[in-house]
């Protein structure tokens, strides 16, 4: 089956990909927002925690409760298309949304916090 893809430079963004090693345990509160936003199919609006970029130093920092991630931004060797599937399985198509060009690493144990 062919899948149209329709592309439209003015609404093309570019994305970064924020790449995370490990795993994420989330307390009950995180756990109960999160099954409501998946039940909405959409994980926009979830906040993880705070993202801090220093462009220059080409450095990250993810603070995610009492823990901190300390990351890199490096251009990624190959683009990564971002498509969005629309549509019924026998009318579907795909939206192109734009291009990732870069990514957050953060693949360090994460410090811990204390105040």
């Known amino acids: 089956m062919r899948i149209p893809i329709r592309y439209s430079k003015e609404n093309a963004e570019d994305w970064i990909l924020v790449e995370l090693q490990g795993s994420f345990h989330l307390n009950e509160q995180s756990t109960q927002n999160l099954h409501r936003i ?23 920092k993810l603070r995610v409760g009492n823990s901190l991630l300390q990351g890199k ?27 990732a060009r870069t990514r957050i690493l953060f693949n360090t144990r994460p410090l811990l916090l204390t105040t």
């Open 73 to 99: 931004v490096e251009s990624l060797k190959k683009p990564i298309g971002v498509l969005k599937k629309e549509g019924k399985e026998d009318q579907a198509s795909i939206k192109f949304l734009g291009v």
């Open 38 to 60: 998946e039940e909405t199919t959409r994980l926009s609006g979830f906040n993880i925690g705070d993202l801090s970029v220093n462009w220059e130093e080409a450095t990250a």
